[in-house]
Structure formats: structure tokens, C-alpha cells
């Protein structure tokens, strides 16, 4: 398991970079070495560590949602998918609608 380290303000910086440009695909600089790992894998390594108690509080149904988003992506990335396909931003709105819709029903 990794410890956590008080990084560098510039790293922390560049971390803060590159979530705001790469979302989930970014990795991320774990330490003032400034090796670095994926963001997935840190989250899901978290998420591990947080089950047993997540379990205990009732919420391991929320954790295993947010593991999932892991693998299908945010918002953003769904967003960014139908642009690609289509190219046509109208497409991008319908596909959000549709997502809240099915959300609505959820």
C-alpha cells in the first residue's frame, strides 16, 4: 500500500493540471521523486482500502458505483465519445438528455 507524502506545491500544481485536462486518464505524481501512477489505479487501490469500512457504514453500494465509473468514464468521456462518432453537437446534447432521463428513472 502506498503512503502518502507531502508533495512539492509544483506537483501538486501539475496534478491539479493534469485532472482538469485528462480527468480519469491522467496519471498522476505520487511522490517528491516525482514518479508517477494512473489515477485509476490510485482510486481503485483507495477504494479497496475504503471498502471494509464503507461496508460497516452501509455505503460499499455507493463505493462500488463510483469503481465503476472507473471503467465506463464520467461525463465528460461519454460526451467527448459521441463528438467523435458524430460530430455533431446536437447529438452530444440528445445524449445527455437521454442519460438524465434514464437517471430519472433509476
Do not use: C
Not at 514518479?35 to 469500512?53: D, K, S, W
Not at 460499499?60 to 464520467?74: H, P, V
Amino acid at each position: 500500500a502506498s503512503r502518502l507524502s507531502r508533495l512539492p506545491w509544483s506537483f501538486e500544481k501539475e496534478n491539479y493540471f493534469r485532472a482538469s485536462h485528462q480527468g480519469l486518464d491522467a496519471s498522476y505524481i505520487i511522490d517528491p521523486e516525482g514518479h508517477t501512477r494512473p489515477f485509476t489505479a490510485i482510486a481503485r487501490e483507495m477504494f479497496a482500502a475504503l471498502t471494509p469500512t464503507a461496508t460497516e457504514l452501509g455505503a460499499a453500494e455507493y463505493l462500488e458505483f463510483l469503481a465503476r465509473r472507473l471503467t465506463t468514464g464520467g461525463s465528460y468521456a461519454r460526451q467527448r465519445r459521441v463528438f467523435t462518432e458524430t460530430r455533431d453537437l446536437t447529438a452530444v446534447v440528445a445524449a445527455l438528455v437521454a442519460e438524465l432521463q434514464k437517471r430519472e428513472t433509476e
